[in-house]
């Protein structure tokens, strides 16, 4: 590019210059007919001291500036490289704003010219980066970046950047680049100029796509790939002996030391298939599970010539088996093989849809920034999955939009065949192994909806999760916002939305008369469906206030069973009303269609979307008609019905649920009695080494399956230091606050003592809450970094990311934070559990659980709260030594596991480690001597 570039990067004393925050450093790279052609660099004097947190950040103090130049004096030169360039930064509004400032402050105008982000940039043409900070990028793109924070080092590494960014630019196909070109007005960065340059420079000669690229109807898309081929494949002898495994280990890992419980799995696993029975396999961390399993499926698979179907709890967990333990298996074997990876509809792009956004008029960021991702995606992606995107909030509404829903018609459009869902559907009939999730596998077995193919063997990782999966697809819920957001796509006429869509599309076949007459009992349909919907949610609102006594700041729930006749009697005629409403809006929608469907010809394609869009929100009405139905008007027997609310926000995060309390004779039914050999496996299923509880959770009997628990190689007694606090109070004896002071000034005293690189397992967010607030009131951590669930932006893979990337930081998190997060090595050295994970008695499963078995003659706390407890107990506990070298401290601050006769419990099911009585002040003497 024959434009000049000017990369500017600025620390400074804080984030607003408004307030009198200062440049400590300044740093500009320029780039032009790309290349760097100088570079310079100045410390600044800001006339006021460096804040503590800046300088552990930046490394720059007030003695390293103290004889630096002031802003004014470096001005003139900052003016002199800016003149006729691009500006350019890494979120450049950050550093064009402080520098307009500064600029003005020393009597200059201020820069008007061009600008380029390079976030902004990297989003569009980088969508499937994990980060977009500069220092992951920089690693992702393997650019040294020893002084990140430092501005010559981030200003040389996003030049580096900028220009990586502009060969992916120039390499896009001329079809995406005119689309880009279209969407990028909307943008911060000014990026029209140079797409429209790039657009001259392509159209100066003929284009030809690259072999896995092919362009339809203005889009640019991968092409379908060939699958293998699966004639020919030569059945593989299973290696026997432990000799000949380790031999085969080694293809793939040359320092590989024996593991006689991989061994073991393998040979269990090879056999549940040979002898078409069931089995139930624990194996502890460290075993290899995945490889234990994976090898004798592909073995099955090439002898059965049937798919082996791998189900795990997570999307996340499916992405780990195919790009981290099938390559490694692939090194194992002589021949190729196909693994497919299937989920739900919604996870990928509707190809007609996406089609059908891009033709209208954008002028809103968040959505035309999303598109842009989109179209270069489009480029890269085999898959269509949307889980290989980074997207933002406002991307992620706008994903919504273009999704495949459940409804979705998947035929009879330009684009089906090309379609990614189908794709996938094709691409699994010649598979070898099919790794899905348990949402996907139940809805295919319980529906019956045929998009796997006929399979016998089965294996199910992370079994323990599997019962309470079953029990949310087989159950019903009716979210609020998910029922707004239904109401809203549809609207009034005078919203534009679908139904402003199908009358304009009425009148352009000539049916004005319909049209008008539709048009207005539509929008009365429409206003009182609106208002019907809000009476519904208020009378569910007054059964929550009323049953918390406003008790509770956060989220709550409240049982729909136990609830008083008058309160049961005013929802369920709020319900009635509104499900007469949506029947009355179904009709509508069917007249709509049926008109549209005479009258305006088969052939018309523009047309044609539209209907089968309509249907597919006819199809949605049907979906909340029945969890209406089910869930409040003729609920089911031997369900539990509940409310779950948060508090601060009231009707807008509202969702009534209707689950069944036990699946497990389903699960028999359709999982065990169907399939010749299925394999359960976990890392955590027993307690006290026995596998009774995960028996009646999945409904089998012992004399149906094969049992055997497999223990983690590691040396627990030599990794380990297992610590139970004992002069802090019981946890029932007193108040959440005085409970959360106590354990605060714990957390406080073991931080210092281990310099951070400490995860807190908490069994509720109020309490996590409570004890973050007196954490940072106290003061004693200002040096750490402390990063809490739900209080700290972003999802438990982003706090652990940060968690990671900070020396002295600290983790607060419950629920999903007390299982599949691995931190290895020093990054984690101390692991404190607050409570016991017990489920709350009044939590509505539990409790209508806790009755069936009371009901059935057995002892609620033991055949049940305990169990469960144990199995998240010994989950909490796996993410303390991941690997054969670590070694750390677990503290259980709750005193009831050495206090209590069940408490014996957990220390048995947990692998061999001494329990140690300590006091803090022995505590923290341990730590010194131990980390």
């Known amino acids: 590019m024959s434009n000049k570039y000017v990369v500017i990067d600025l620390e400074t004393t804080g ?76 979120n450049v509004l950050f550093d064009l704003t402080f520098l307009q400032e ?65 060969k992916r630019l120039h390499r896009l196909p001329l079809a995406t680049i005119r689309q880009l070109h279209k969407l990028s007005y909307s943008l911060k960065s000014d990026l029209d100029e140079i797409l429209a340059e790039i657009m001259l420079q392509k159209q100066k000669s003929l284009e030809e796509l690259p072999d896995q690229l092919e362009q339809f109807r203005g889009i640019t898309l991968k092409k379908e790939q060939r699958n293998i081929s699966r004639d020919g494949e030569k059945e593989m002898i299973y290696p026997a002996g432990d000799r000949d495994k380790e031999m085969l280990l080694k293809k793939v890992f040359p320092f590989y030391e024996k593991r006689s419980g991989q061994f073991r799995m393998m040979d269990l696993v090879h056999d549940t298939f040979q002898q078409e029975h069931h089995s139930m396999i624990e194996a502890g961390t460290g075993v290899g599970k995945s490889i234990a399993y994976l090898f004798p499926a592909l073995i099955e698979a090439v002898r059965s010539r049937k798919p082996v179907v791998i189900s795990t709890f997570t999307t996340q967990l499916q992405e780990q088996l195919l790009t981290k333990d ?46 842009m991702q989109l179209l270069v995606w489009l480029t890269e992606t085999s898959t269509g999955d949307r889980d290989e995107l980074h997207l933002s909030s406002g991307g992620q509404m706008y994903w919504n939009k273009v999704k495949h829903d459940v409804t979705d018609q998947m035929t009879n459009h330009a684009w089906s065949s090309r379609e990614f869902y189908n794709r996938m559907k094709r691409d699994a009939q010649s598979a070898h192994l099919i790794i899905t999730n348990h949402s996907f596998l139940l809805s295919d077995l319980i529906a019956e909806r045929g998009i796997l193919p006929e399979f016998d063997c089965l294996i199910i990782d992370e079994g323990h999760h599997f019962e309470k999966t079953s029990r949310k697809f087989l159950g019903q819920k009716l979210d609020y916002a998910h029922v707004r957001y239904f109401l809203q796509h549809m609207g009034l006429y005078e919203q534009k939305q679908m139904a402003y869509r199908m009358v304009q599309t009425m009148e352009k076949f000539c049916i004005e008369a319909e049209a008008g007459t539709q048009y207005a009992a539509w929008n009365k349909i429409m206003a009182d469906l609106s208002f019907e919907m809000d009476e519904l949610f208020k009378v569910v609102s007054f059964i929550v206030k009323k049953h918390i006594k406003n008790k509770h700041n956060g989220w709550v729930n409240c049982r729909l069973d136990n609830r008083q006749t008058r309160e049961l009697n005013m929802l369920t005629a709020a319900a009635e009303r509104f499900l007469f409403l949506l029947k009355e809006y179904n009709k509508a929608m ?90 359960v496996t976990s890392a955590t299923m027993t307690v006290k080494g026995n596998f009774t509880y995960m028996l009646n959770e999945l409904g089998l009997e012992p004399s ?58 908490f069994t509720s967010y109020e309490m996590l809450r409570k004890t973050y607030e007196l954490l940072k009131e106290s003061g004693f951590l200002h040096e750490y970094t402390m990063l809490a669930q739900g209080i700290t932006s972003g999802s438990r893979t ?90 750390g401290l677990m503290v259980v601050f709750d005193r009831r596991v050495i206090s209590t006769r069940y408490g014996k419990a957990f220390l048995d099911s947990i692998p061999s480690v001494k329990a140690q009585e300590m006091n803090i002040d022995q505590l923290t003497d341990l730590i010194k001597r131990w980390l």
């Open 704 to 761: 149906q399956v094969y049992l055997e628990q497999i223990t983690s190689p590691f040396r627990y007694d030599k990794q380990v230091q297992f610590v139970i606090s004992n002069d802090l109070p019981e946890v029932n004896s007193v108040s959440l606050a005085e409970y959360a002071a106590a354990i605060g000034e714990h957390i406080i005293s073991i931080a210092e003592a281990t310099k951070g690189r400490m995860l807190i397992l």
């Open 15 to 90: 984030n607003s210059p408004k307030k009198g925050d200062k440049i400590i450093q300044f740093a500009a790279v320029v780039i032009q007919n790309g290349c760097v052609i100088e570079e310079y660099s100045s410390l600044v004097y800001p006339e006021q001291p460096i804040p503590a947190f800046i300088e552990e950040l930046t490394g720059l103090s007030d003695e390293m500036v103290k004889d630096s130049p002031l802003f004014a004096d470096i001005a003139p030169k900052v003016v002199k490289l800016l003149k006729d360039a691009y500006f350019v930064a890494h």
């Open 326 to 371: 099938i390559p490694l298996l692939q090194k194992m074997v002589e021949f190729p093989f196909h693994t497919v990876l299937l989920k739900g509809k919604n996870h990928y792009i509707s190809l007609e849809k996406f089609e059908r956004t891009l033709r209208e008029p954008e002028n809103n960021y968040d959505t035309a920034l999303t598109k």
């Open 798 to 887: 982003r706090l652990t990311r940060n968690f990671l990337r900070f020396e002295k930081a600290i983790l607060l998190g419950t629920n999903s934070f007390w299982e599949g997060i691995d931190i290895p090595g020093e990054d984690l050295s101390c692991l404190i559990m607050v409570r016991l994970p017990f489920s709350p008695p009044d939590e509505p499963h539990t409790e209508a659980k806790c009755l069936e078995v009371k009901e059935k003659g057995g002892n609620p706390f033991y055949d049940y709260s305990l169990p469960e407890a144990v199995i998240r107990f010994k989950q909490g506990f796996g993410r303390l030594i991941r690997t054969s070298t670590d070694k």
């Open 102 to 166: 500064e600029l003005i402050m020393a009597g200059f105008e201020g820069f008007h010219g061009p600008v380029l982000d390079t976030v902004e940039m990297a989003r569009i043409l980088m969508p499937g980066s994990d980060s977009f900070t500069l220092s992951d990028l920089a690693v992702q793109e393997g650019l040294s970046h020893d002084r990140p924070h430092q501005a010559d080092s981030d200003a040389y590494v996003t030049g580096e950047l900028l220009l990586i960014l502009f």
């Open 590 to 679: 069917s007249d709509w269609y049926e008109m549209m469907q005479q009258k305006g010809g088969k052939q018309n394609e523009k047309l044609n979307m539209l209907l089968s869009e309509l249907v597919s929100w006819m199809n949605e009405g049907e979906k909340i008609m029945q969890s209406i139905r089910e869930i409040l008007l003729q609920p089911l027997g031997e369900h539990v019905h509940w409310i779950e609310m948060d508090t601060r926000a009231m009707q807008n995060k509202t969702t009534i649920y209707a689950q069944p309390v036990s699946v497990s004779s389903q699960l028999n039914k359709l999982v065990f009695q169907k399939k010749k050999s299925v394999v």
